[in-house]
């Protein structure tokens, strides 16, 4: 599976953005998959996953109520809406699918779980 996100950019406190990752080469439809980000001088965290229906969703207390995960099977592809954008929220942000089909009750948050990687956004926040 090869992932392709896309969306990132310069915003203000208060603004929304939303990401896109693309997949091709194998459907991801029976992989959960998600977002992490990592901001400059720290480690890569997870932010939000979604298991492979779309069923469950699973959120980072810091980004809960503001960011919401979606998929959409059919066209490959799944998004992070992030509104009320911090500067905090300032990082590369990077989809990522599970290494393996799982329960659609399994929403995987550990990166050691997911097998494949997209390249990165950057997302800044900033007045």
């Known amino acids: 599976v090869q992932l392709q996100a896309s969306g990132g950019g310069s915003v203000q406190p208060g603004e929304s953005l939303r990401l896109s990752c693309v997949a091709s080469?194998?459907?991801?439809?029976?992989?959960?998959t998600g977002w992490f980000r990592q901001a400059p001088g720290k480690e890569r965290e997870f932010v939000a996953g979604?298991?492979?229906?779309?069923?469950?969703?699973y959120y980072a207390d810091s980004v809960k109520g503001r960011f919401t995960i979606s998929r959409d099977n059919g066209k490959n592809t799944v998004y992070l809406q992030m509104n009320s954008l911090k500067p905090e929220d300032t990082a590369v942000y990077y989809c990522?699918?599970?290494?393996?089909?799982?329960?659609?009750?399994?929403?995987?948050?550990?990166?050691?779980?997911?097998?494949?990687w997209g390249q990165g956004t950057l997302v800044t926040v900033s007045s």
């Open positions: 080469g194998r459907s991801f439809s029976d992989l959960s």
């Open positions: 990522a699918a599970d290494r393996e089909p799982r329960p659609d009750y399994v929403v995987v948050n550990t990166s050691d779980k997911y097998g494949y």
């Open positions: 979604i298991s492979w229906s779309g069923m469950r969703t």
